[in-house]
């Protein structure tokens, strides 16, 4: 019983146990290539773009009424094919993916947008055209 009680308290210290280091954050501009996005909103409700920027945090990058065009700035590291946004520290946030939809609904009525990823060659700004298919956004 008593090396049971003891096990019991080595493992729970363990299980509490951090490992913390310093982690490098990226920021402003330099080395980096502008790809402006431009999302044109042919449909009649408003839409937003999200930036999934970890598997577990997204944001929104843009939102535009029906009729308007969004524009998001994209920036674009041409030695690793990462995509970032910037924060409002100046800090790359990696973009791992991109979509649009409907505003309130925009998960499950997205359409992705395509983000070409090849080393050394930096893509030049592009724009989409989002209008409301069948069940979601279609974005070409």
């Not at 954050?25 to 980096?32: A, E, I, K, P, Q």
């Not at 839409?47 to 999934?52: A, M, N, S, W, Y």
């Not at 395509?114 to 209008?131: K, S, W």
Request: glycine share 6%; with cysteine; net charge negative.
């Amino acid at each position: 019983m008593k090396l049971a009680i003891a096990s019991f308290f080595i493992l729970a210290a363990s299980a509490s146990a951090v490992e913390l280091r310093s982690i490098e954050v990226r920021n402003g501009t330099d080395g980096l290539a502008n790809v402006p996005l431009s999302v044109a909103n042919a449909g009649s409700a408003p839409i937003v773009c999200i930036g999934e920027l970890a598997h577990w945090y997204s944001a929104e990058l843009a939102r535009a009424e029906a009729g308007d065009t969004a524009r998001i700035a994209l920036w674009f590291d041409p030695n690793s094919g990462t995509y970032t946004v910037l924060n409002n520290k100046q800090e790359n946030m990696p973009v791992e993916s991109l979509w649009c939809g409907l505003a309130g609904r925009s998960y499950e009525t997205r359409a992705t947008i395509a983000l070409e990823r090849r080393l050394d060659d930096a893509p030049t700004a592009f724009a989409v055209t989002c209008a409301m298919g069948a069940d979601r956004l279609s974005c070409e």
